[in-house]
């Protein structure tokens, strides 16, 4: 998974305190699932995610209350 800092213009929720924001991703494309011979499936499975396309929306909510707060470029 890819670490990155966005830089935010608050550092809580107005409305209810949270510290935690969200925003929508919208996941593109297909993967594979990895099965062993017996017809276990392999959990060390990251092949599934190699093609997939994430576009991520500039708008972000907070995690608890779900309001609006702000939008990133």
């Known amino acids: 998974m890819i670490e990155m800092k966005l830089n935010f213009p608050m550092d809580k929720c107005p409305y209810c305190g ?11 494309g ?3 699932e990895v099965y062993e011979s017996n ?3 392999k959990e ?3 092949a599934l ?9 500039k708008r972000f909510y907070c995690f608890d ?4 707060l702000f939008t990133i470029n």
Do not use: A
Not at 65 to 68: F, H, Q, T
């Open 18 to 28: 949270s510290e935690d924001f969200i925003r929508k991703v919208k996941i593109f």
């Open 30 to 32: 297909y993967g594979f």
């Open 39 to 41: 017809g276990v499936f």
């Open 44 to 46: 060390e499975n990251s």
């Open 49 to 57: 995610h190699d093609s997939l396309r994430y576009k991520q929306n």
């Open 65 to 68: 209350c779900e309001k609006y």
